[in-house]
C-alpha cells in the first residue's frame, strides 16, 4: 500500500473542502477503501478521515420515514428496533451483507460507495485493462470468467456487477441520498457503466454523502429481502430481491409493490415491469410467476453468468409470494 | 512523496501508547511489527478471514481494514487482554475445553469474535451462531466444536 497523508476532519465542512483537492479521499469505515489500496486499486495521495465526526450517525425513525446519518454503523442500523418494524427489508439486507466485524465498521454512506468485487477490477498487476480504473484501456472480464458479473445494465466498455445488498433495498422503496444540500434519489445516485465506467456515482469532488432517507410507506412496512448466494453466510448475492408488497382491503389484490434486484446488475436494479404488471391483480402463484420473468428483460448474459437470468426471477417471485403468504 | 510519519495515541488493554508511525500502518501491523502484541493474527490482510479481529471501544472489527490513527482515542481490546488476573475468560476456557481449534492460527480471532457475539445476544442459537460467526473462516474446519464452545460459553455468561 502506497503511503498518503492522513487528515482529520474537525467539521463537516472541512472534509468536504479537503476532498475537493486533487488525490484526496474521504474515509469512514475503511472496508473498501483500505482493501483497495491493499490492491492496488486506490492510490490516493491524501485521506481526510471522517469517522471522529460527531452527530452523523444519528438514526431517526418517524411517521414520514427514516433518516440515516451517513456514520451510521451497518450493523447498528440492521440491529435498530423501529428499522426492522418499518423497514424490514433494510435490515434484512444488512444483517446478510458482509460480516459482523465488517457491519461494525462500515458506515451507510460508505457503503453507498463501494465499489465492485469484479476481480479484474481489484487485480491491476495481473490484469491491466480494466476501463472502470483505466478508462480506454479495455475489459478483462468480456471473454474471461464471468460467472459473478452482470447481465442488466452492462456495456461494451463493462460488465462488473454492483455487489451491495443496502442499496438494492433502498432503491426498491424510493430512498434519497443527501449530499449536504443537495439530493438526489438513490436511482439517479447510481449510474450505469456505459462508456464511462469510472464514473459510479452521482457525486462530485467536494461532495459528502451526509444521510440517507427512506420514505415511509405500507410496502416498505411489509417488506423482505432475499439473498440467493453459494454459500450459505458471508457471500455476495449470486441473485436477490427486495420486495415490498401493499394490498387492498381484501387482502388479495396488490395495490402497491416494489421490487429491485441485487447480484445481476451493473447498478441497483428496480423491476418496474414486474411491479406494474402485477399492480391491481389477486396475488396468485402462476401470475407471479409470469410477471417476475419481466425482471430480467434485456438481461444479456457472457457466458458462466447465463445461471443469473434463470436465478433472478425465482428469486423475485419466491420473495413476492413468502410476503403474500402473511397476508 | 516524502515519507512522513505522525505520532498515533493508542490504549491497548488498558496500556497507553505513543508510536511514530506512517499514516497507512494498519492497527495490526502496529500491534503486532510495533507492540510485540503477536497474538492477533495476519490471515488475509483484506477483511476477508477474521483472523485479526480485536475490539475498538468493545465492538468487533478487523484490525486489517482499521489504520492505526482511526483508533486514536478509542479503547482497543487484543487477545491478550482477555483474560484477568491470571484467570481465562470463560470464552477461552470454553474453546480449551470443547477442542475448538486445530492449528490454532484462527482462534484469537475466533475467541475474539465470539465474545462480542455473546454480548451483542447474537448467540441464541447454533443456527444464530453460525450465521453471526461467519465472518471467521477455520481453514482445519474446526466449525462444530467452535459452535459447541460459544453455545457453552453463552450459557456460562448469562447464568
Known amino acids: 500500500m502506497r503511503d498518503f497523508s492522513y487528515l482529520r476532519a474537525g467539521s463537516v465542512e472541512a472534509a468536504r473542502q479537503a476532498a475537493a483537492l486533487p488525490g484526496t479521499m474521504i474515509l469512514a469505515g475503511g472496508t473498501t477503501l483500505i482493501d483497495l489500496a491493499k490492491c492496488g486499486v486506490a492510490e490516493p495521495d491524501s485521506l481526510v478521515d471522517i469517522t471522529h465526526l460527531k452527530g452523523l450517525d444519528k438514526i431517526e425513525v418517524s411517521a414520514r420515514g427514516a433518516t440515516i446519518g451517513a456514520l451510521a454503523k451497518m450493523g447498528h442500523v440492521a440491529d435498530h428496533a423501529d428499522i426492522k418494524r418499518h423497514f424490514p427489508a433494510v435490515s434484512e439486507a444488512l444483517w446478510q451483507a458482509a460480516s459482523a466485524q465488517i457491519r461494525n465498521m462500515a458506515t451507510i454512506g460508505g457503503n453507498l460507495m463501494q465499489r465492485t468485487r469484479c476481480p479484474y477490477f481489484r487485480d491491476p498487476a495481473n490484469f491491466p485493462a480494466c476501463n472502470k480504473r483505466e478508462p480506454g484501456s479495455g475489459c478483462s472480464a468480456i471473454g474471461g470468467v464471468t460467472r459473478g458479473h452482470a447481465v442488466l445494465g452492462t456495456s461494451d466498455a463493462c460488465i462488473a456487477m454492483y455487489p451491495g445488498d443496502l442499496a438494492t433495498a433502498l432503491i426498491a422503496f424510493d430512498a434519497i441520498v443527501h449530499l449536504g444540500e443537495r439530493q438526489v434519489s438513490v436511482d439517479d445516485f447510481f449510474l450505469l457503466p456505459g462508456a464511462t465506467p469510472d464514473k459510479e456515482h452521482a457525486i462530485e469532488p467536494g461532495e459528502m454523502i451526509t444521510a440517507i432517507e427512506i420514505p415511509d410507506s405500507a410496502a416498505a412496512r411489509r417488506s423482505t429481502y432475499l439473498k440467493i448466494r453459494d454459500r450459505q453466510s458471508y457471500e455476495f448475492a449470486a441473485a436477490s430481491a427486495a420486495v415490498g408488497i401493499e394490498f387492498e382491503a381484501d387482502g388479495r389484490t396488490i395495490r402497491d409493490l416494489r421490487v429491485a434486484l441485487g447480484g445481476v446488475a451493473t447498478k441497483p436494479w428496480r423491476a418496474r415491469a414486474v411491479e406494474e404488471a402485477l399492480k391491481g391483480k389477486v396475488l396468485e402463484p402462476d401470475a407471479v410467476r409470469a410477471a417476475s420473468l419481466l425482471a430480467v428483460e434485456g438481461a444479456v448474459d457472457n457466458g458462466a453468468n447465463h445461471y443469473k437470468i434463470e436465478l433472478a426471477p425465482r428469486v423475485v417471485a419466491r420473495a413476492i409470494l413468502k410476503m403474500g403468504e402473511t397476508a | ?159
Do not use: W
Request: hydrophobic share 35%.
Open chain 2, 1 to 159: 512523496m516524502t515519507k512522513t510519519t505522525i505520532p498515533v495515541h493508542l490504549d491497548i488493554n488498558g496500556d497507553r501508547h505513543t508510536l511514530q508511525l506512517e499514516p497507512r500502518v494498519t492497527l495490526l501491523d502496529a500491534l503486532r511489527d510495533r507492540l510485540g502484541l503477536t497474538g492477533t493474527k495476519k490471515g488475509c490482510d483484506h477483511g476477508q478471514c477474521g483472523a485479526c479481529t480485536v475490539h475498538v471501544d468493545g465492538e468487533r472489527v478487523l484490525a486489517c481494514l482499521t489504520l492505526a490513527a482511526q483508533a486514536e482515542g478509542r479503547t482497543v481490546t487484543t487477545i491478550e487482554g482477555l483474560a484477568r488476573e491470571g484467570e481465562l475468560h470463560p470464552v477461552q476456557a470454553a474453546f480449551l475445553e470443547q477442542d475448538a481449534f486445530q492449528c490454532g492460527y484462527c482462534t484469537p480471532g475466533q475467541i475474539m469474535s465470539a465474545v462480542a457475539c455473546i454480548r451483542e445476544g447474537h448467540a441464541g442459537s447454533d443456527e444464530e451462531i453460525r450465521e453471526y460467526m461467519a465472518g471467521n473462516l477455520c481453514r482445519c474446519g474446526a466449525y462444530p466444536h467452535i459452535v459447541a464452545a460459544v453455545r457453552q460459553a453463552a450459557l456460562e455468561v448469562q447464568s
